[in-house]
């Protein structure tokens, strides 16, 4: 008689491993130095309107992630660039768009909600009055985005209202961008 060994697939719902994220979530209620992360970007300026955003690592729980990543951006014609890359302001929305994304993900998938297509259409203006200095009156950015959350899955009405509230409570970006961030600057000039 053979003996057989069983294995334990781990549950993943919306091609989330939910056991993993329930570890994460226990290890980080035990032990919230687990939850501390840090993340960092170096930008180098590559000519005209171009730049280059450089991911080495980021930190979880003490713990240094090597991982390597380059973002290229620019600006378009008209804005002085080479409309070569999406500039900074598509960059922060697609940065609040894809934070808010996995949150609904995630969401859905704790609570065992299968998704079968999610999509967040985002906009805003900016004046460029105040971006080209013309007008000190005028904001330099957005003063408002709005955003439409586009979800389908085997969930109820009520459960995707609270799963979307559940995302503006909890979702990085969403603070990020909802609340003012303090911004400590030094210059360093070589």
């Not at 993943?12 to 919230?32: C, E, M």
């Not at 390597?68 to 070569?84: A, M, T, V």
């Not at 500039?87 to 929305?93: F, G, R, V």
């Not at 934070?99 to 805003?124: F, K, N, P, W």
């Amino acid at each position: 008689m053979s003996a057989q060994i069983k294995t334990v697939q781990p549950t993943v719902v919306n091609g989330i491993n939910v056991d993993d994220l329930f570890a994460l979530i226990d290890s980080v209620k035990r032990d919230p130095a687990k939850g501390k992360t840090n993340w960092r970007v170096t930008t180098t300026w590559q000519g005209q309107a171009r730049s280059r955003a450089e991911i080495e690592s980021f930190e979880i729980g003490g713990d240094n992630v090597p991982r390597r990543f380059l973002i290229d951006i620019d600006e378009p014609l008209q804005l002085g660039g080479s409309n070569s890359f999406a500039n900074p302001q598509e960059h922060l929305i697609a940065a609040l768009n894809a934070c808010m994304t996995i949150g609904y993900a995630a969401q859905c998938a704790v609570r065992g909600i299968t998704l079968e297509s999610l999509a967040i259409e985002t906009d805003g203006e900016i004046d460029l009055r105040g971006f080209l200095g013309i007008d000190p009156a005028v904001p330099q950015g957005y003063e408002n985005l709005n955003y439409t959350v586009r979800i389908k899955g085997n969930g109820t009405a009520e459960q995707f209202a609270e799963i979307h509230q559940a995302v503006m409570a909890t979702s990085p970006n969403f603070y990020n961008m909802s609340k003012p961030v303090k911004l400590k600057p030094a210059l360093v000039v070589e």
